[in-house]
């Protein structure tokens, strides 16, 4: 059996670690309180409405009684674990209480063989590029987990293996860059509208001769060196086509790209205008540059899987949603990227804690095969 690790805020922790930091945390917890607890955090996840001492009491294995029930619970609200919405209500778990949950009490689960034919189909696919891998993985992923699924696509500062330009019509062009790890880009280009053909077979000779077998940061600054000292042997229309395409890909250099799928998910089950509110922020948070920046850096933090929960959530800094990621790494075991989920705070962590691990995985084994 394959031992899973993930990491709860830059934390690593082993599935041997759970009970024990549990237990150190609240040394007072005792059996009793910790099944109670965990059945309270399983309906929150279920149906996200409160629970009450005698529904609670009835879902138990023990025979205790709702007095004894209410009187834990009261327990776990005193502890800072569980909280009332209003007077009367049941109980649900805050923010700190799903924290030490994935913390402490959750029994990680492992994927079905079903859920394991689904991601490695959709992901094996013959002949896809590592952009449509990516995109496919996010997809299973969202579809799987009920949540949104995101991915931040590699960084293409590795070395080049083709570069082409290739007319569109007057005054566009399409830029053809592939990486030697199999990333293939294209970017559309403003270029002279009197650009004759031969120009642009011109701008490509010249920039494969400078930049195959280099990165695009090793070659940039050599180039456009080049080019302004008037070294290069090129008419000034045909210089002004190469600093395009190289304007091009450094502009989109920085931080990878980032694939969002299933949006959609995040608006089922919305269950007040403040939910809604949140997930406009979320959307507009991914949308940042910002954003994907950050959430590269945080993938270089620990190994395994990390799990940001509500208002903890040092990544989008707001409360009512939790991401849960694991990063992937090329043949050279470089850290290129980051796959995972986000979704509101009760998503079903046991099963999707490795479906992230065992998708980052995967992911990487493809990416690094390319």
């Not at 394991?116 to 987990?145: D, M, N």
């Not at 995040?266 to 406009?280: G, N, P, S, T, W």
């Not at 620990?302 to 208002?311: K, L, N, W």
């Not at 986000?342 to 980052?360: E, F, K, L």
Request: aromatic residues 4%; contains cysteine; glycine residues 8%.
């Amino acid at each position: 059996m394959e031992t899973l690790n993930y990491c709860l805020h830059g934390l690593p922790l082993t599935a041997q670690d759970l009970v024990a930091t549990f237990l150190f945390m609240i040394p007072e917890l005792d059996e009793r309180s910790r099944e109670i607890f965990k059945n309270i955090v399983d309906a929150y996840v279920a149906t996200g409405e409160p629970i009450g001492s005698r529904t609670l009491s009835k879902r138990l294995n023990s025979s205790l009684s709702p007095a004894t029930v209410r009187n834990v619970m009261s327990d776990l609200e005193d502890a800072g674990l569980l909280f009332s919405p209003h007077a009367s209500a049941g109980r649900l778990p805050t923010d700190a209480g799903l924290r030490l949950f994935v913390n402490g009490l959750l029994q990680t689960g492992y994927l079905t063989r079903e859920d394991r034919q689904s991601i490695e189909g959709q992901c094996q696919v013959e002949g896809t590029s590592v952009e449509g891998l990516l995109k496919e993985a996010t997809s299973v992923l969202s579809g799987l987990s009920n949540c949104a699924g995101l991915v931040m696509a590699p960084k293409t500062d590795v070395p080049l293996k083709h570069i082409e330009m290739i007319s569109l019509r007057p005054g566009r062009a399409l830029v053809v860059l592939v990486t030697e790890n199999g990333i293939v880009e294209n970017r559309i280009i403003d270029i002279p509208a009197n650009l004759p053909p031969s120009a642009l077979v011109e701008a490509s000779n010249f920039l494969s001769a400078r930049m195959v077998g280099k990165t695009l940061s090793e070659a940039h600054a050599q180039i456009i060196t080049e080019l302004d000292q008037h070294r290069a042997q090129l008419d000034s229309l045909t210089s002004s086509v190469v600093k395009s395409g190289l304007a091009s890909w450094a502009g989109g250099d920085e931080g990878g790209t980032l694939i969002v799928s299933g949006q959609a998910n995040l608006f089922e089950d919305i269950k007040a205008a403040m939910d809604l509110e949140q997930i406009r922020s979320l959307f507009e948070a991914l949308e940042t540059k910002d954003t994907m920046l950050k959430l590269l850096s945080l993938t270089d933090v620990a190994e395994g899987v990390q799990v940001f929960i509500g208002s903890d959530n040092q990544l989008f800094g707001m409360s009512g949603c939790s991401m849960i990621f694991g990063s992937f790494r090329d043949s050279r075991e470089q850290v290129v990227g980051a796959i995972g989920v986000i979704g509101p705070t009760r998503m079903n962590y046991s099963r999707i804690v490795p479906m992230v691990d065992y998708t980052a995985k995967l992911v990487g084994r493809l990416v690094g095969s390319r």
